[in-house]
């Protein structure tokens, strides 16, 4: 599985971006928001139970990150008819705001390291790359574990900083390195 340090891999893929028809698909490729951090999470498939909780929350979310210059991207191994199709029909998930990617070859999740070895599906991982496309931050869950999208926005904010965070920090509060500024 790629971590810290690895550059985000190279693909293209094609994403489910809206319900208005005849503006529903568009290709998303590691270059499309070149510049912004990027918050990449994946779930392991459409039509389940604990993935469209993590999605609508990322939705609702979305101002958060957007105001941190940050493209969130979802991800999992359904086509983008599958993601159309979840967004169709779940009340959840009709107006989210970010591309829900589709990577049916599995070529991303292969790249990333990120299919669960049995099943096949994406795990529940979230990368936060920076500008460069460096990841900076890396979590991963079991399939039946939700994720904190707070923390997510949390870790985001800890790594803009470029500072050193203590445990629990959150923004607006001192960090380590001014407080040993201070204290100096």
Known sequence: MLTVGDKIP????????????????????????????????????????ICPTEIAEFGKKNKDFAD???????????SEFVHHAWRTHHPDLKNLPFPMLADLKHELCNALGILHKEEGVALRATFIADPEGIIR????????????VSETVRTLDALQT??????????????LT???????
């Open 178 to 184: 001014q407080k040993l500024a201070k204290a100096g």
């Open 68 to 78: 941190r210059d940050a493209q969130v991207l979802g991800l999992s191994t359904d």
């Open 10 to 49: 190279s693909f293209k893929v094609k994403a489910t971006v809206s319900l208005e028809k005849g503006k529903e698909f568009q290709d998303i490729t590691n270059e499309t928001f070149k510049g912004k951090w990027l918050v990449l999470f994946a779930w392991p498939k459409d039509f389940t139970f």
């Open 137 to 148: 931050h890396v979590t991963v869950n079991d399939l039946s574990v939700g994720r904190n």
């Open 162 to 175: 470029d500072e050193l965070c203590p445990c629990n920090w959150t923004k607006g509060e001192e960090t």
